[in-house]
């Protein structure tokens, strides 16, 4: 049984416990000036250093772009065969050839550029030209038919022939390795070639002929970094599928690539290579209109920007 002097010893109790309790917040929040001032003079004397970013770290901005030019020299063979309506006899088997209207080597200009987004800048647009110009003055060897028009044996000839063609598409960064030094970008696209054709010879009609053509391409940039340096070599092909009545298009360069300047949003780099080409065409025609272009091996040079 609870007797009232019980009931009072724990109200006593309570009561103490609750006074003690609070004389010790109070001790807490209401620390004397003096022990403030200590805390506050040991805090100040403390100094804090500012991390300092790594150059990476300072570029948050998730796109590129980049522009390049490059100048390719070598000589070229084959052949252009230009019928009239496709019809049998209007122009000479795989003629006129290269050589006999007098094309030895040729200068090629090439232009491109490929925008980067998204996370590490893996996805990337391309587009790019490249200008093929072919012009000479040469005398006929032996008769030529071509678009109907017969060229006599002997008869001085102006020629030209080009080839642009001009490409764009999507393609993917793969980083690879320990040291993240070798890279592979696939790409898919396409590519449009115009054809002109244009032979002259004094006193006969001229044969003119031109076209443009559209076909697919897919190919593979493959370039390693040996310890992420400013030296690296890149493999880059390109192709088209074989599909009638569409133009081939095949590239194939090997390149030795320098980066003179490397800085966060500005990278310059220099490169020189080795390069082939080969250009392919066939309609579907009783007679075909042809094209068998192989450039190589040729020269390459050029500078590439990214901003």
Known sequence: MITRRTTHGWSHSILTSAAALGCCCA??????????????????????????????????????????????????????????????????KHRPSFDELGFDNVSIYDASSKF????????????????????????????????????????PVSSTVTLNWYRFGYRRKFVLGERQDFELYPSIGAALLTF????????????????????????????????????????????????????????????????FIDRTHFVGSGFIGCAFEQIYFEDNQQLSNRINAEFGPMLLLGLELKF
């Open 196 to 259: 002109h054709y244009k032979l002259d010879a004094p006193g006969e009609p001229s044969a003119d002929r031109k076209y443009s053509k559209l076909t697919p391409q897919v190919g593979l940039e493959a370039p390693w970094r040996p310890n992420r340096g400013p030296l690296s070599i890149e493999l880059d092909l390109l192709a088209s599928p074989p599909i009638d009545g569409v133009p081939v298009i095949c590239v194939e360069d090997i390149l030795l690539r320098y980066r």
């Open 116 to 155: 980067a987004f998204g996370e590490g800048k893996a996805n990337q647009l391309y587009a790019g030209a490249q200008i093929i110009h072919l012009s000479s003055k040469n005398t006929l060897n032996k008769d030529l038919v071509s678009q109907a028009i017969t060229f006599p044996s002997g008869s």
């Open 27 to 92: 001790g807490l929040l209401f620390t004397p000036a003096a022990a403030r001032a200590q805390v506050a003079q040991q805090t100040t004397s403390t100094t804090i250093e500012p991390k300092v970013p790594e150059p990476r770290e300072m570029d948050e901005r998730n796109w590129e772009l980049s522009l390049e030019g490059a100048y390719l020299y070598g000589p070229v063979n084959g052949y252009v065969q230009v019928p009239s309506g496709g019809e049998p006899g209007t122009s000479s």
